[in-house]
């Protein structure tokens, strides 16, 4: 059975750096062609992809908040961390993880969602 | 960035009915050495995650009902569903995976009329 859950602070202030843990099971990080990334979703409003790093240490950001993300992975832990520096109101979202795999070919879709996690970013 | 552009936004249709929900992508998701498309289909119920519908354009997700079909090829797909059901209200999602960033379109609502 595949899971994956996001753990984090729900209140950040505005300046600070956002740290997200995705702690999963049921598959390897270091298994060819698996992916583990992050989207997150405004109350009320669209996805919108963040991030994702895969098996090979490959790793891509949204152009976007590139500046501001950085994704690493723990394949001992099977976690997947993203930091998320200068937060600002707009960046209050549910932040979900995801998982792709495509088998060792190319890209995938995301086939497991965590359950989201709401950050709020308020003074 | 592949813009993803749904239609329409909000949709009602009676139960037993069929939905019709558009997606058109800025460019080709159309990968020409393995002739696949770069496209999935995602439906999000109120107060949980999205849950993957179809992949490949029109392969349905394990467990997924018969009744929701994907079709299209190149930058125009189609997601319907056949004899709608109560449980079938959700907001349905497109997204490319062809290239990074990865993009989702604006959204549909499905509601019952």
């Known amino acids: 059975q595949i899971t994956l859950k996001e753990s984090g602070p729900t209140l950040v202030k505005p300046t600070q750096t956002l740290t997200l843990t995705c702690t999963f099971s049921g598959f390897s990080l270091s298994t060819s062609g698996v992916g583990v990334g992050w989207i997150r979703q405004p109350p009320g409003k669209a996805l919108e992809w963040l991030a994702v790093i895969y098996w090979d240490d490959d790793k891509r950001y949204s152009p976007s908040l590139k500046s501001r993300l950085t994704i690493t992975k723990d394949t001992s832990k099977n976690q997947v961390v993203l930091t998320m520096t200068n937060m600002d109101p707009v960046d209050t979202a549910t932040y979900y993880c995801v998982r792709s795999s495509s088998g060792g070919g190319t890209y995938s879709p995301f086939d497991y969602w965590g359950q989201g996690t709401l950050v709020t970013v308020s003074s | 960035d592949i813009v993803m552009t749904q239609s329409p936004d909000s949709l009602a249709v009676s139960l037993g009915e069929r939905a019709t929900i558009n997606c058109k992508s800025s460019?080709?998701?159309?990968?020409?050495?393995?002739?696949?498309?770069?496209l999935a289909w995602y439906q999000q119920k109120p107060g949980q995650p999205p849950k993957l519908l179809i992949y490949w354009a029109s392969t349905r997700e394990s467990g997924v009902p018969d009744r929701f079909s994907g079709s299209g090829s190149g930058t125009d797909f189609t997601l319907t569903i056949t004899s709608l059901q109560a449980e079938d209200v959700a907001v349905y999602y497109c997204q490319q995976y062809y290239n990074t960033p990865y993009t989702f379109g604006q959204g549909t609502k499905l509601e019952i009329k």
């Open positions: 460019q080709s998701v159309l990968y020409s050495s393995n002739k696949k498309n770069y």
